[in-house]
């Protein structure tokens, strides 16, 4: 099958092929009908011989595909993760919410699908708000709603012509358990109708006293913004584009404001995920600082349209973390974000079975003032190690210098799924690093170095088990640390799971997020040295 335009995006391309599961009508305020019992995940699904690559730490569903996090909400003492899915097979199409919850970020349990496509519109991404002061007349001042923002995708016999894509709105007023469809929908859209308007997040700007609605025309490479008093009726505000890596879809965006470290002064950050031309090949996500007066986003120190990849602002430098958004209402006083560990070079090839696709692991967001501008950081959400700190086992440590060679590690860095602290002091090496999972202490695994001359760290993968299912699974990534004044030094933060790995770098200045799918009896590591000795501090706590 042909396709008139290659800019067009990859799920209206999937969908002109994938089948669709029939669920209510556009203009029905029917509640979704009863599903299975919830099911745990992970924690009742671990790894097994069976199923190697089913994560232990990460957010998956039972079976079946997922991609990109919608509805990202904390209400109650509860997360809620609704996000891409598809109930009827293993790759993209169908596109409907799918739905889990946790307490801890940790341990979830996936509910009974929220939000289901149909033959007339498929549900794609979106976001949710608590509507406390029930200003949009959908619930009462005793039972306000959770109103979500969502894009409708439609197909034969839409409320607009097939193909045509425009925000619609669902609620809640059992915290989530079912929705309604809204009788007005859609509630913003485009004239003429557009195929690639989508990917609504909604944030509260105080000194106006009314929302502001971010959504994209994806293959024209701008943001639209909107405001609302009350999430049904919306106003034009202005486009942002221009500006940041250009040679993709941009999708998902969404505008949050932030505190920077050590003063008073507060930014505006624009989050906005792109594909293909991500940093590490194909999907990427990248960011802008700057200022929001109500109306405009104005980046600040924002790279060039044409200016190499590495000038524009990243927040991942793996191939694998996509579409990150912030949980609406989360403790804290720090945007945390969950995204999808995918790639859309490769993902729907990955060899998994029966399920396909995770979440990264919850992030914690900081701003700070680097060398030239300002800059985010990422490291693992506060809730995140909280839960860690209480249910994961001992901290096992090794101190040792290893000298133009190779050391197992032993035993007590077996583990499937950890949560290890690398500190390395390269005192005359010019290589180290660590590798992981091998099959015997000798043996090809996953790489992860520290060139000292360069200041780069890299991930290889290449030799890290099954990687032929995609000609397009590359091999490494690799990202170029600012220089410290002693580059001799490297501390790495690695989130080690059944597949993946996630190696927060220098307390969080960088990030390096990677699938691979290794053998189940490779769980062996070790540390090595090139040219010369380096001193090692390791410790891991197994999950």
């Known amino acids: 099958m042909t396709f ?25 305020c029917t509640p979704q009908p009863e599903s299975p019992t919830p099911v745990p995940t992970p924690g009742g699904h671990r790894p097994s011989p069976s199923d190697p690559w089913r994560p232990s730490a990460h957010l998956t569903a039972e079976k079946n595909w997922l991609n990109d996090p919608n509805g990202l909400i904390y209400h109650d003492g509860t997360y809620h993760a609704f996000y891409q899915y598809n109930p009827r097979g293993n790759s993209w199409g169908n596109m409907s919410w799918g739905h889990s919850t946790s307490k801890d970020l940790i341990n979830w349990e996936q509910q009974p699908v929220a939000m289901e496509a149909s033959p007339e519109e498929e549900i794609f991404s979106g976001c949710i708000v608590m509507d406390k002061n029930n200003a949009s007349g959908l ?37 989530g358990t079912t929705w309604q469809k809204y009788q007005g929908n859609p509630v913003l859209n485009l004239a003429p109708a557009n195929n690639n308007f989508r990917d609504p997040k909604i944030t509260w700007y105080e000194p106006g006293r009314y929302w502001v609605m ?7 490479q701008v943001v639209k913004m909107f405001k609302s008093t009350d999430l049904l009726r919306w106003d034009y505000l202005s486009d942002f584009s221009g500006v940041g890596a250009q040679g993709g879809l941009w999708e998902v965006p969404e505008l949050l404001q932030m505190k920077v470290e050590g003063s008073t002064a507060k930014k505006w950050i ?52 996509y579409a990150a958004n912030s949980i609406s209402g989360a403790p804290g006083d720090r945007p945390v974000l969950l995204g999808w560990m995918g790639n859309w070079d490769y993902a729907q090839h990955a060899p998994t079975t029966p399920w396909r696709g995770s979440m990264a692991i919850p992030r914690e967001l900081t701003l700070v003032r680097g060398e030239k501008r300002l800059e985010l950081r990422s490291g693992i959400a506060g809730a995140v190690r909280e839960s860690y700190g209480r249910a994961a086992g001992d901290v096992k440590g090794k101190n040792l210098t290893v000298s133009s060679s190779a050391q197992d590690l032993g035993q007590d860095f077996s583990g499937r799924t950890q949560l290890i602290e690398l500190d390395m002091d390269l005192t005359s090496a010019r290589e180290a690093g660590v590798v992981l999972r091998q099959s015997s202490g000798s043996g090809p695994g996953l790489r992860i170095s520290y060139t000292r001359d360069t200041h780069t760290v890299k991930v290889d993968r290449s030799l890290a088990g099954t990687n032929n299912f995609s000609e397009k699974f590359s091999p490494f990534h690799q990202v170029t640390l600012p220089s410290s004044g002693n580059d001799n030094t490297v501390r790495l933060h690695i989130l080690l799971d059944s597949s993946s790995v996630e190696v927060f770098v220098q307390d969080g200045t960088a990030v390096i997020s990677d699938t691979f799918f290794p053998d189940w009896d490779a769980t062996g590591s070790s540390v090595f040295s090139m040219d010369g000795d380096t001193e090692f501090q390791v410790r891991s706590q197994t999950l």
């Open 4 to 28: 008139p335009s290659p800019h067009l995006s990859r799920r209206h391309l999937l969908a002109a092929s994938a089948a669709v599961l029939v669920a209510f009508s556009a203009a029905s």
């Open 139 to 175: 619930g009462s001042a005793e039972n306000p709603p959770m109103v979500a923002l969502y894009t409708s995708a439609y197909g034969k016999n839409g409320a607009l012509p097939q193909g045509a894509q425009a925000q619609s709105v669902a609620f809640s007023l059992d915290s």
């Open 214 to 220: 971010t959504t994209v025309v994806a293959d024209a």
């Open 270 to 321: 624009m989050l906005l995920s792109i594909n293909p031309g991500g940093i590490a090949g194909g999907s990427g996500m990248q960011y802008f600082v700057g200022e929001f007066d109500g109306t405009r986003f104005a980046p600040e120190n924002a790279a060039a349209p044409d200016a190499p990849l590495n000038e524009s602002q990243w927040l991942d430098h793996g191939a694998d973390y």
